[in-house]
């Protein structure tokens, strides 16, 4: 399977760098793939995922995987609030303009997910369809609560072995049969090596994000955003341990959408990894409604 990527850089409308991953050619037979991570997430979580998409014996597809500020390799920002869906929106548009790509389908990953649909409800053209992968309009107060107890507090590992054993610590309840493989390349997506430390792939001020969430707050849903995507097709990817994403939420995305499909994958929480065999498979069919 193909490895390599380039590297697109644009700059935003406030002068940040925001960095992306590219991989594989353009192509007019099949629309390009753009992946969003989790709020505190990366490109490199879908090197996998792009890696199977692009591979030269499999019809390839053209994959973007985005950095937003603050994560990655995109800058930092000054003012922790702009981390915000609208900001963070507006640098998607730009990092589309750079790699020229006017539509796409979007897989959106958690945090992801809601861009996709903030997207989907201000510019439905660029939009051609979407795999929500772990989030609907309604987001659970017990995840929201899980994730804000680890955002930006994560210790220093002493190395990656010891940084894998940090997140199994953390995540291993939703996630009893990842190998150590997948806890090693989960480590390497969240921390990464400077001046022979490790340091977090993400500002540790997008905390601040989530210093609304509490046990009281009011948590208020996106149902209005989520119709945005009822326009086009959607494949709803939920992890059965999931503590983001309920049935219920699932079930009334079925309900109210007019084509979308769901995956549950057993034996994983927030978020399924989308390159197992089954959801990769999942994937690919959908990605094939929209070939020619």
């Known amino acids: 399977m193909a490895r390599r990527f380039r590297e697109i850089w644009a700059r935003s409308e406030d002068g940040l760098k925001l960095f992306a991953r590219s991989y594989g050619d353009e192509t007019e037979e099949r629309p390009a793939v753009v ?101 609907g309009p309604v987001v659970e107060r017990a995840g929201l609560l899980r994730i804000k107890g680890y955002v930006g507090k994560l210790s220093t590992p002493r190395d990656l072995n010891e940084a894998a054993g940090t997140l199994e610590a953390l995540f291993g309840a939703q996630f009893p049969n990842l190998s150590d493989r997948d806890w090693q390349s989960w480590a390497a997506a969240t921390w990464s090596e400077t001046g ?65 499909d769901l995956v549950t994958v057993p034996d994983q929480g927030h978020t399924p990894l989308l390159h197992t065999p089954d959801v990769l498979s999942a994937i690919r069919g959908f990605l094939d409604r929209f070939d020619g």
């Open 35 to 135: 992946c969003l991570p989790g709020l505190a997430r990366n490109s490199a979580d879908f090197h996998n995922l792009a890696a199977a998409l692009t591979n030269p014996d499999d019809e390839p597809r053209h994959v973007l995987a985005v950095d937003y500020r603050g994560r990655g390799r995109s800058d930092h920002d000054g003012d922790p609030d702009h981390y915000s869906v609208p900001v963070e929106v507006a640098d998607l548009k730009v990092i589309l303009a750079a790699a020229g790509i006017s539509r796409a389908v979007f897989v959106g990953t958690s945090r992801g997910g809601i861009l996709t649909m903030a997207l989907a409800a201000s510019d439905p053209g660029i939009v051609a369809g979407a795999v929500l992968n772990d989030i």
């Open 196 to 260: 022979g430390r490790l340091r977090l792939s993400y500002d540790p001020a997008l905390a601040r994000t989530l210093d609304p969430v509490g046990p009281d707050s009011d948590i208020p849903d996106l149902w209005h955003l989520f119709d945005g995507l009822k326009r086009v097709p959607v494949l709803l990817v939920r992890g059965a341990n999931s503590d983001l994403l309920s049935p219920e939420t699932a079930d009334r995305m079925r309900e109210v959408h007019p084509d979308l």
